[in-house]
């Protein structure tokens, strides 16, 4: 088999320019080959073949079209991959946050903007950690990750040998990685890259904090501010309703929570009907009621499911919790609170407090020790109580909250002596001055300083004139 020319065998190719080439049907321009057939593969050219080399990974999700805010919280991101230490092998930094608070979002844009200090590639995988059913397994990950490196695993289903390759592959490389929704910690440390440097950002909506044994640094994602939100409400409406009427615009972000997943529902709800005003989309979502079924889009986007499916991996006696502890009067509410109205010790209640924390369905103040609920949330909750818990229950919940104050002043009693007087069962519990001798100076001489009687509910606790 001969390149074919005018009948003469061809020269060297690198020696002789293409001229037209005749064949059976015709003359064409270029290199050549006439056979019968033909086994495996013909290379034509001026020299050796060109080795494929596959693309590097780019599988960052697109950048956020409305993205809006954040200046605080990129601030932060920055500073963590700044302070890290050169010699570290791998940055590993856990945004974590409440459903719907935009935590992907936030990861996927900062690591947009520092991604060109990572040539190697950039991976991304959801692993499922908010899914009803099991979150996806390391196994499956690791497989996709060592096909986009070109390194694709010989033996798929050996998990160690899938981690030993991935360790091998992402050695020496500067890699990005995202890993969102992760369930745990320990679903996020197998895939965690070699030495490369590298980064690697977790996205969770349970705080991982195992991972600090792998120098994982936290941060906690929040809801927008008022003003970032009533801007990130006009921009998913896409024309000028919001900016028409500020005021409107930021009582709908107040009523969202300024949750961006809320607000970016109740814009998407009316971005096709330009005749509802921002007004009337914020009276619509007034109803405390029947908020979360506005925050619906149908077949897409639901404020509801996103809380639904956190509390469906709740255990039971936490997911109790979180429904009980929603029906207390107070926004803010201790550990003791809870516990009466759970019927549990203020112990145990701490305990399961600190698991809603950690669910990012509970917000704890750390200096008092005292936890609040997201408004959006509390609805979610208020109305799980009312599907699921029977009403006697609810009931009760209400009655020991009432009693709560009561069993405290008795507690009281071991603590400051001669405080509290117990009366008869059918009367109110009364509080006393102690029996400490007078202070002439102060109330004799300032009588407009001593502390004036605080009203309280009736049946609960009574002051009684200060004994002199």
């Known amino acids: 088999m001969t390149p074919q020319g005018h009948g003469e065998p061809a020269a060297d190719a690198d020696t002789v320019p293409w001229q037209g080439s005749e064949i059976s049907g015709g003359t064409v321009l270029g290199p050549a080959v006439q056979a019968r057939d033909i086994h495996g593969d013909v290379y034509l050219g001026t020299g050796p073949p060109t080795p494929f080399r596959m693309p590097v990974p780019a599988q960052l999700p697109p950048e956020p079209a409305l993205f809006t805010g954040r200046s605080r919280e990129l601030a932060t991101l920055n500073g963590l991959l700044a302070g890290e230490d050169p010699a570290r092998p791998v940055t590993i930094i856990a945004l974590t946050g409440m459903p719907g608070v935009g935590k ?30 099991a979150p996806v397994g390391p196994g499956e990950i690791l497989a996709a990750f060592l096909r986009a490196l070109n390194a694709p695993p010989s033996r798929p289903g050996d998990l160690e040998e899938l981690a030993g390759a991935w360790r091998t592959a992402t050695t020496g490389r500067r890699l990005i990685v995202l890993l969102d929704n992760a369930a745990s910690a320990a679903q996020a440390r197998a895939l965690l890259p070699a030495g490369g440097p590298s980064l690697v950002v977790v996205t969770s909506r349970c705080t991982p904090s195992a991972l600090a044994l792998d120098g994982a640094r936290f941060t906690r994602l929040g809801p927008l501010d008022e003003p970032a939100a009533a801007g990130l409400f006009g921009l998913v409406l896409g024309d000028d309703r919001a900016a028409a009427d500020p005021g409107a615009a930021r009582a709908v972000a107040r009523l969202c929570g300024c949750l961006p997943l809320a607000v970016c529902v109740a814009g998407a709800r009316h971005a096709l009907s330009p005749w509802r005003t921002a007004a009337q989309i914020a009276g619509e979502l007034a109803s405390e009621q029947h908020r979360l ?73 750390p200096a008092s020790r005292r936890y609040r ?65 007078p202070r002439p100076s102060v109330t004799s001489r300032h009588p407009a300083r001593r502390s004036a009687p605080q009203p309280v509910p009736d049946r609960l606790i009574r002051r009684r004139p200060a004994e002199r």
């Not at 990861?107 to 959801?126: H, I, K």
């Not at 929603?326 to 003791?336: N, R, T």
């Not at 509390?378 to 069993?407: F, M, N, S, Y």
């Open 104 to 133: 992907t979002t936030l990861a996927t844009w900062w690591l947009r903007q520092v991604r060109s200090n990572y040539p190697d590639g950039e991976l991304f995988a959801d692993l499922g950690g908010h899914m009803r059913d």
């Open 293 to 365: 079924a506005s925050l619906t889009v149908p077949g897409d986007l639901s404020v509801r499911a996103a809380f639904d499916s956190s509390c469906q991996r709740l255990p039971p006696d936490a997911a109790r919790m979180y429904r009980l502890a929603s029906l207390l009067p107070a926004g803010e509410f201790s550990a003791e609170q809870a516990a009466a109205a759970a019927a549990t010790d203020p112990h145990q209640a701490a305990c399961l407090l600190d698991l809603l924390t950690e669910a990012s369905l509970l917000d704890e103040e």
């Open 373 to 437: 609920f997201h408004p959006l949330i509390r609805l979610h909750a208020r109305g799980q109580a009312k599907d699921i818990e029977p009403a006697a229950e609810r009931e009760a919940v209400a009655a020991r909250c009432t009693g709560w104050r009561p069993q405290a002043a008795v507690a009281g009693l071991a603590v400051i002596p001669g405080s509290y007087r117990l009366s008869s069962s059918a009367g109110p519990v009364t509080r006393t001055r102690s029996r400490a001798p």
